[in-house]
């Protein structure tokens, strides 16, 4: 079993191996991380199957246009820390033109702010994942106009 990133040592100092955990009888510090690229929202593998192959951004079927803000995404991500005292204009920026395409250019401003004021987990998520960013603009659009 592992528990906090550790194997227990109960008669083994070997990891569990069995269907769908794809790990040979290998001693933990021979072990490698698994080379995989995933896609941010894709849920991981379902429980008995294996680590998915690696998965280019562009084979998930996602619209042009998503893969595009989704890669553009990846580049930014590793911006938005709270060392970056700049962080949220840069975010600002990054996210303004989708937003107006997805609130209209009047909504746009203040659902920008909006969004760039979220905690630091959040703004992370939907500046990797396009669909995030349409709930979040979807959820900010609907506080607009409950309060109207």
């Not at 933990?28 to 941010?40: C, L």
């Amino acid at each position: 079993m592992r528990q906090g990133g550790q194997y227990n040592n109960r008669s083994t100092s070997q990891p569990p191996t069995g269907p769908g955990l794809n790990q040979p009888n290998i001693a933990p510090n021979q072990m490698r991380p698994p080379q995989v690229m995933m896609q941010p929202g894709m849920p991981g593998p379902m429980p008995g199957q294996g680590l998915p192959q690696q998965i280019p951004i562009q084979a998930a079927n996602l619209p042009p246009a998503v893969a595009a803000y989704n890669q553009a995404g990846q580049k930014l991500f590793h911006f938005v820390n709270p060392n970056n005292p700049n962080y949220k204009s840069q975010v600002g920026e990054f996210i303004y033109e989708h937003v107006e395409t997805l609130a209209g250019e009047e909504q746009a401003p203040k659902i920008t702010g909006m969004l760039i004021d979220l905690p630091l987990n959040e703004i992370q998520g939907y500046v990797l994942d396009f669909y995030k960013l349409q709930n979040k603009v979807n959820e900010a659009n609907s506080l607009l106009k409950s309060q109207q």
